[in-house]
């Protein structure tokens, strides 16, 4: 049934759904059920707000709402729409979520927190959304994009990601000992933001409830420990 034979009380009213599809008759026949009714239509100025944030993270300008309010076509939302994806914002905000699980900072985060330029990676990302890059080639490149063939200078780029560690500058801090901390530090961001695991427990012990063993964890340990690089850097 479409969504004005189950709820015939709402035609013409502002409750009405709209342009119902399958989804929504579904859903408002539940809601029937249950005596429950949908909330209202959002009004467009409202519709464009929630939107523009969602999207972009900014709020709309008031051109763009009166650019949008006086579309009165049946795809002035779709238009919207293609318009918020299509914003070099929205690389951005959809960047920020990325950044912040890949431990992305501008500065080394420990002791003396000195610069740290990782901002061509920070940009790479942004780009890479806007590009709409599937998500497959976004992984493997930021994992081990200079290990794929005939890697360009973007593939390389985006292994920064592996570099979004603390840096240690604290005088008398051992080299292996921080060297390794890196090492760990990217088996356990690893987990995180591609595998959705939490891997830290399995760097001391084993879990018989968890999914990766402490064996294993080790095992992703050795993929990742083959940087030539200092655990501690001299300032």
């Known amino acids: 049934k479409t969504?004005?034979?189950?709820m015939p009380?709402?035609?013409?009213?502002?409750m009405c759904i709209r342009d119902s599809n399958e989804i929504d008759r579904f859903v408002l026949a539940r809601l029937t059920s249950n005596g429950l009714q949908?909330?209202?239509?959002?009004r467009k100025e409202r519709l464009i707000r929630r939107a523009s944030i969602d999207l972009t993270g900014l709020p709309p300008t008031p051109g763009e709402v009166d650019a949008f309010l006086?579309?009165?076509?049946?795809?002035a939302y779709s238009r919207l729409l293609d318009r918020l994806l299509t914003s070099p914002r929205f690389g951005e905000r959809m960047a920020a979520w990325w950044l912040d699980g890949a431990r992305y900072g501008?500065?080394?985060?420990?002791?003396?927190?000195?610069e740290n330029s990782q901002w061509p990676w920070r940009n790479w990302v942004i780009e890479s959304f806007n590009a709409n890059k599937p998500f497959d080639q976004f992984t493997i490149e930021?994992?081990?994009?200079?290990?794929?063939?005939?890697?360009?200078?973007?593939?390389?780029l985006a292994t920064g990601f592996n570099r979004n560690h603390r840096i240690q500058t604290e005088g008398g801090a051992i080299?292996?000992?921080w060297r390794t901390e890196y090492v760990i530090d990217r088996v356990e961001t690893m987990g995180a933001v591609v595998m959705g695991l939490t891997l830290s427990c399995a760097r001391c012990h084993d879990h018989i409830?968890?999914?990766?063993?402490q064996k294993e964890f080790y095992q992703l340990f050795a993929l990742f420990n083959n940087h030539d690089e200092k655990g501690f850097i001299n300032t």
Do not use: T
């Open 209 to 213: 409830y968890a999914p990766v063993s």
């Open 70 to 75: 006086a579309d009165k076509s049946p795809q």
């Open 3 to 6: 969504a004005y034979e189950l």
């Open 106 to 114: 501008d500065s080394h985060g420990y002791d003396n927190d000195l």
């Open 175 to 177: 080299d292996e000992e």
């Open 38 to 42: 949908p909330q209202r239509q959002a």
């Open 142 to 156: 930021q994992l081990a994009g200079d290990l794929l063939p005939d890697a360009n200078e973007e593939q390389v």
């Open 9 to 14: 009380s709402l035609v013409g009213s502002e």
